[in-house]
């Protein structure tokens, strides 16, 4: 087996997020696919709604209120419960199928990051890039900082719960 | 060990969770300050800024100097790890996201390619 064959597949799977400049963050990814089927798992809600949550964090989508087309809103509600929600929300700036999203983030305080999402076909497969465009370098620095705080909560427990459990058997 | 490594973890996180203190941290991200600039900045009392800054620099965020009467605070050594910690963490959840999309994409393929052999 040569080395080409090995890579191929490791590297078509690979997820690159790159910090293009001070208010830009750049995520890639290939998916072996058309890009119409990548433009419908990504633009319709009960499809959308299988791939946004990860299973590894510790969110649940509680409802997701998309209206795909130039203009449309769109609003996403996470939380265990209605207590602990938490809400995104903005504008599509743009929707052409089968190779163009673009979105405003208007959740924040201040003006959010616009949302690019691009699908280039070729030979079948799919390039995917992802561009936020943040208004300051301030406002990505903080949402870096704020996302790292908020997802890797769910982690810090599970660490938690390990010294806790450690500590019992300990004292036991 | 264990219980140091969690010490500093929770103090990482608490003092992240200010906004203040955040806004500090871009602050001396762009320049060095001294409390008395940051009190100012913030228009906070020189007291209230020395805690935010006592706590920042506990969880090894900044690090501050005392020249003559002057307390000059910077970015501490953890600073770039962090950013580079944070970068990776959205690297994982961007990763594990698209992971799934591709396991929709293909269902979707499947059901095409079935779609089409059924409809000859």
Known sequence: ?172 | MVQYQTERLNSAFAALSDTTRRGVLEQLGRADASITDLAVKFDMTLTGMKKHVGVLEQAGLVTTQKVGRVRTCRLGPRRLEEETAWIERYRQLWAARFDRLDDVVEELKQQELRDKRNAR
């Open chain 1, 1 to 172: 087996m040569n080395a080409s064959e090995e890579s191929e597949p490791a590297r078509m799977k690979n997820t690159t997020v790159e910090r293009k400049s001070d208010r830009e963050m750049v995520v890639t990814r290939t998916f072996d696919a058309p890009a119409r089927l990548v433009f419908e798992a990504w633009t319709k809600p009960e499809l959308f709604m299988k791939w946004w949550v990860p299973k590894s964090s510790a969110m649940t989508l509680r409802s997701c209120d998309m209206d795909i087309r130039t203009g449309g809103k769109y609003r996403l509600v996470f939380g265990a419960d209605a207590a602990h929600q938490m809400e995104f929300f903005g504008r599509y700036i743009e929707v052409t199928p089968p190779s163009r999203i673009v979105w405003t983030n208007d959740e924040g305080e201040e003006g959010g990051a616009v949302t690019t999402v691009t699908l280039e076909e070729k030979g079948g497969r799919t390039l995917l890039v992802m561009h936020d465009l943040y208004p300051s370098k301030e406002a990505l620095d903080a949402s870096l900082a704020a996302g790292s705080n908020t997802d890797a909560l769910p982690e810090t427990f599970d660490q938690l719960d390990e010294v806790l459990a450690t500590l019992a058997s300990k004292g036991s």
